[in-house]
């Protein structure tokens, strides 16, 4: 462990210190006057002192909606002078989601990202090869400045360029690489291409995220790149990656670093708690951030929670992998279904390679289209799949299969798996 004190500290001095934590937040809040402080003072809070972490779903939310509508910082708990770096994701209409970030916030996320790396297995001696986009988005970034906090050596390729990094991966012989899980399949992909076995990359373990992948694709890219495939998690407006991470030792479940957030699953609908396992939209709390504390913020995602013991002996809570996004559900003849749901279905097919569209077709009663590349099998896969999937989401798709090559592949930034036709020429010319 990076900082074992806090990766393995008991519950109740883990609950005491979220408390401190929680109290301390509020009161700033209130302080600062803001939204979240009008927030609170209408929910009947006065006082830090008067909130406990049992009753958490009492106290407000905020979400991505609030950070648009103070847009560009206008949700900044410091003076513009005290942020030294800025950063965001992409949003609706082009204006980004802004997160500015002090010298004290850089080092808590430096720290954070640290302390994931070594949870998935790497060291002082590691070589990291860096593959996240650097930039606005927080991937690359803050992987690098957790290898440097570290003290790996990190390669800071960034995306793209994708035959320089098979050249540097073969040369150089990192242990770990760390990208977004579409651009893995790309690489792996590419070394096949090239004639490149798995033995010749000599990585130990990669470290996926930013984008929600499933089981199904966890196996797809062992068995391209001969590594282990681990998941972290991190949004820009809570900190970036190191917000949760999955251990060598079990890969199954993300150790969230609770002593500087708060989580909690939620119904997506009720807002109210969900129970231990259930799949319920993650709400955080920054406990420590400076620059854009967050109280009990909506992240979208769909994920259960779990306390049960880990081999690895972190006490923290666990996440599952993303199962969905609130905001990425389709709703196909009133039967709700989240794109993870396809992806697992196809990519447990060895006759398709792992690249396909999603095509929600709106401009009638809503048709639902699967694209993907048929590598092997005869004329029946296509009826066989659409059974398949009708068996699994409850509603029928109509599935397309293409040529390999045909979906488009990403080099850089996340992947674009979901499309909606609502009018005019069709998104691609396959679906005319």
Known sequence: MYEPAAEAMSHDERAGL????????????????????????????????????????????????????????GMLAVPLRDVVAIHGSSGTGGRPTLVGYTRADLALWARLCARSLVCAGASPSSLIHNAYGYGLFTGGLGIHQGAVAL???????????????????????????????????????????????PSRLRL?????????????????????????????????????????AECVEEGHGLHVHEDH????????????????????????TT??????????????????????????????VRMSKVLGRRDDMLVVRGVNVYPSEVEQELLSDTRLAPHYLIVMDQRGTGR??????????????????ERALADRLGVRAEVRLLARGTVPRTETGKAVRVLTWSDGQPPLPWLG
Request: glycine share 12%; hydrophobic share 40%.
């Open 18 to 73: 979220q408390l401190h934590r929680l109290r301390h937040l509020v009161d700033r809040l209130l302080e600062l006057d803001g939204i979240q402080g009008e927030r609170l003072r209408a929910a009947g809070v006065a006082s830090g002192a008067e909130v406990d972490l049992e009753h958490l779903s009492r106290l407000p939310t905020t979400s991505k909606q609030d950070l648009w509508s103070g847009y560009p910082l």
């Open 151 to 197: 003290g790996a050596t990190v390669v800071p390729l960034s995306g793209g360029m994708t035959s320089r990094q098979l050249r540097l991966l073969v040369d150089l012989g990192p242990d770990i690489l760390t990208c977004t899980p579409s651009y893995a399949i790309r690489l792996g992909e590419a070394a096949r291409e090239a004639g490149i076995e």
């Open 204 to 244: 130990k373990v990669g470290i996926f995220g930013a984008e929600p992948w499933s089981e199904a694709l966890r196996t797809q890219i062992q068995d391209s790149l001969g590594l282990r495939a681990l998941d972290i998690y991190g949004l820009s407006e809570i900190l970036g990656p190191g917000v949760a």
């Open 261 to 284: 957030f708060l989580v909690e699953a939620v119904d997506p609908e009720t807002g109210e708690p969900v129970g231990e396992n259930e799949p319920g939209e993650l709400v955080f």
């Open 287 to 316: 406990l420590t951030k400076e620059a854009l504390p967050l109280l009990r913020y909506r992240s979208g995602d769909i994920a259960t929670l779990t306390r049960d013991p880990c081999a690895c002996g972190r006490t923290q």
């Open 368 to 385: 639902l289209v699967v694209a993907c590349e048929q590598v092997s099998g005869g004329d029946g896969v296509r009826a066989e799949l």
